[in-house]
């Protein structure tokens, strides 16, 4: 018998008219005839022009100028090299000369889906039986390019949700590369991006063992003005392109979280931040941090990482290392488990498996924990999201694709103190795309990055066939009581 699913009325819907500026550029020699033409303009045409764009766009941005400003030094030796001194611009030049260079990006007008939810740190000023969640999502636009978005939700003493509508600006981090960068693991990386392996043992010898951005970008750019041919000078780009997947981010104290969106910033993530899987991680000490893993993609390879943040307005990202940071479905566990980080993957694309590691962005040695059993997942099963702690055990949300690609959501328990231990899994799905649900961008889809239990209910965010996300619930000791009685027959291979 099927336990009884509870679908929420609420759904959230992307928001076609949340816009970003991005920086845009068409080339060098382009951008230099654009300076030129911007230049050749009198005081009076430039300040004609650029008076209504600022009052137009002002409107969709908070601080336009700002961004202006930003794009138009990106594009600083493009207007020396046109023979102009940057230094010299006034300040309604370089406001024009910036809007040449910035395009509006329409992060959430395709897809809206794969949703993660946490706890929001600040829960003050609620009522008992509140609670104030903040929830992920992955937002696609054009070009089918990835973001994570949030947005924020409370629940209340009778168990509805309510998604607080977002706001009218959406902001972009600053960002600050100031990491100290390991070689050995650095060059480790570049290996597995497949970056020209000669390249890697020059930079390596000019490397020290710990190394900062403004150090690795000097010897790159000198290595590239010595280098004639333009395919050996993109495998010097590719070394500072991967180094930018080492950065810090932080965003204005004036931002309500559903203005803020984690946009790819390096090359090697340039076609999409994908599948965020945010956990409220208790460290040893007691202190509260929240992570997230997700998937860089540059259009042929993919990247895990580790994102990591304490406010939600300022986060470190960094890649993951190891033989067990391959392919997607990383997801941490909330706390260390026997002295030790624990995380779940899917190296192979088709089974789950469970690591182990001292330190936080080095996995390896995977251990196959789960394998299809049943035919909604004969094709592949996966995890959505970290596991969640019970007295019974380690729940795990997960999703099988069967027949027809059809995404189904199950769950299975784990041993507290070894979850290589199994302790049940349900042979029947948890949720199953329904007639309404099954439209869509990807039909036949429901998928989830991450789930809570409140108040004896497991709350399930999950993307409809990636057109908007809604809710399911489930009595949280009915759930765990069908796991313990489960009998499935389960063997694991190491």
């Known amino acids: 018998m099927r336990l009884l699913i509870e679908r929420k009325p609420v759904k959230v819907y992307p928001d076609p008219k949340r816009v970003i500026a991005r920086f845009f550029f068409n080339g060098e020699d382009r951008a230099q005839e654009v300076v030129k033409q911007v230049m050749a303009l009198s005081d009076k045409d430039v300040f004609g022009l650029i008076s209504p764009l600022l009052q137009e766009y002002s409107k969709r941005h908070r601080n336009i100028t700002k961004i202006l400003t930003r794009h138009c030094k990106k594009v600083k030796d493009c207007i020396e090299r046109a023979g102009y001194d940057f230094e010299e611009l006034d300040k309604y030049q370089m406001l024009l000369l910036g809007s040449y260079f910035t395009h509006e990006y329409s992060i959430e007008s395709a897809a809206f889906f794969n949703p993660s939810v946490i706890e929001d740190p600040d829960q ?37 949700i309510t998604v607080i509508p977002a706001g009218n600006y959406i902001d972009e981090a600053e960002v600050v590369k100031n990491a100290i960068y390991n070689k050995k693991l650095f060059l480790k990386k570049a290996a597995e991006s497949r970056i020209d392996i000669d390249v890697l043992d020059e930079v390596g010898t000019k490397l020290n063992d710990k190394f900062d951005y403004a150090t690795l970008r000097k010897i790159i750019l000198d290595s590239k003005s010595v280098q004639e041919d333009d395919l050996k000078k993109l495998q010097y780009d590719k070394v500072l392109w991967l180094s930018d997947t080492y950065h810090e981010i932080s965003f204005s104290r004036d931002t309500d979280i559903s ?18 899987r945010f956990v409220r991680f208790v460290k040893d000490d007691g202190s509260v941090i929240f992570y997230a893993t997700y998937t860089a993609f540059d259009g042929a390879m993919i990247m895990p990482k580790l994102l990591q943040t304490t406010d939600f307005y300022d986060f470190k990202i960094s890649p993951l290392h190891g033989v067990g940071a391959q392919n997607k479905n990383l997801a941490l566990f909330p706390r260390k488990i026997n002295g030790k980080y624990a995380m779940m993957s899917r190296i192979d694309g088709w089974n789950n498996y469970l690591m182990y590691s001292d330190k936080l962005t080095v996995w390896d040695n995977p251990v196959k924990l789960q394998a299809p059993l049943f035919p909604w997942e004969f094709i592949q099963i996966g995890n959505c999201g970290s596991p969640i702690e019970t007295e019974a055990g380690w729940l795990l949300i997960t999703h099988g694709v069967g027949p027809m690609r059809r995404y189904c959501l199950g769950a299975s328990l784990f041993n507290l103190d070894d979850p290589s231990i199994e302790i049940g899994r349900l042979n029947e799905p948890l949720v199953i795309p329904n007639t309404d649900e099954r439209e869509g961008y990807v039909p036949n889809v429901l998928y989830s990055c991450g789930a809570i239990i409140h108040d004896g209910e497991l709350i399930i965010p999950y993307g409809l066939s990636d057109y908007c996300s809604s809710f399911a619930t489930v009595k949280i000791e009915l759930l765990l009581e069908k796991l313990k009685s489960s ?7 190491s």
């Open 487 to 493: 009998s499935c027959v389960i063997k694991h291979e």
């Open 259 to 276: 203005d803020r969106v984690l946009f790819p910033i390096s090359e090697f993530e340039r076609k999409g931040i994908e599948d965020a």
């Open 124 to 160: 003050s000023d609620l009522v008992e039986g509140e609670r104030r969640l903040i929830i992920s999502f992955r937002a696609v636009g054009e070009g089918h390019i990835s973001s994570v978005v949030f947005r924020r939700a409370m629940i209340d003493r009778n168990h509805n």
